[in-house]
T-cell receptor, first 114, second 116 residues
Framework: DSGVTQTPKHLITATGQRVTLRCSPR?????VYWYQQSLDQGLQFLIQ???????AKGNILERFSAQQFPDLHSELNLSSLELGDSALYFC?????????????FGPGTRLTVL | GENVEQHPSTLSVQEGDSAVIKCTYS??????FPWYKQELGKRPQLIID?????GEKKDQRIAVTLNKTAKHFSLHITETQPEDSAVYFC???????????????FGKGTKLSVIP
């Protein structure tokens, strides 16, 4: 157990819908990262938050957005869902978000869009 | 930005043999190189990492080597066991400008199968 929690574990929804994925970082970690992992694919970095502020964007679609709240938990919002959005979504947290910090991954949310 | 290439994409070895996975990176400023292991349906977990001021690091049966001049680093697993079967990801990051400014760029992964 990495100490990072994600809910829900599984999510099944239809095209065109909107969903929210939630992540709670390890106690004391200020940085949260979101990744998308499609079938047999690597880890695509989506977005990073640090202490409530957006710090970096990767290959995140405009239909996707995220935020980090004062208690440091983060939510990833996916809207106008398409079949291709079906994937495992991981969040990871790191202490201060400086180079060399270990990123600890949560168990992931498996999203299926039908 | 940083680009990380990882080879091979799949690797099969007999139990007890060694396995080597190689990665190259593009940004010569990168200074931190972790390796993650992901078992089927599970989260990626850090197994070993190396910083640019070190050429080699070992932890029991796993070791990582770094060649800064050639911009490549490798994962070595000796005496492989069936439980080593998983997908392994390498990653790289360049020096951060301060807290909260660090991201990892991952390779596409290597699926290692250890045949009993």
């Amino acid at each position: 157990d990495s100490g990072v929690t994600q809910t829900p574990k599984h999510l099944i929804t239809a095209t065109g819908q909107r969903v929210t994925l939630r992540c709670s970082p390890r106690s004391g970690d200020l940085s949260v990262y979101w990744y998308q992992q499609s079938l047999d694919q690597g880890l695509q970095f989506l977005i990073q938050y640090y202490n409530g502020e957006e710090r970096a964007k990767g290959n995140i679609l405009e239909r996707f957005s995220a935020q980090q709240f004062p208690d440091l938990h983060s939510e990833l919002n996916l809207s106008s869902l398409e079949l291709g959005d079906s994937a495992l979504y991981f969040c990871a947290s790191a202490r201060a978000g400086t180079s060399g910090d270990t990123q600890y991954f949560g168990p992931g949310t498996r999203l299926t869009v039908l | 930005g940083e680009n990380v290439e990882q080879h091979p994409s799949t690797l099969s070895v007999q139990e007890g043999d060694s396995a080597v996975i190689k990665c190259t990176y593009s940004d010569s400023a990168s200074n931190y190189f972790p390796w993650y292991k992901q078992e089927l349906g599970k989260r990626p977990q850090l197994i070993i990492d190396i910083r640019s001021n070190v050429g080699e690091k070992k932890d029991q049966r796993i070791a990582v080597t770094l060649n800064k001049t050639a911009k490549h680093f490798s994962l070595h697993i000796t005496e492989t066991q069936p439980e080593d079967s998983a997908v392994y990801f390498c990653a790289a990051s360049y020096p951060s400008a301060g807290a909260g400014s660090y991201q990892l760029t991952f390779g596409k992964g290597t699926k290692l199968s250890v045949i009993p």
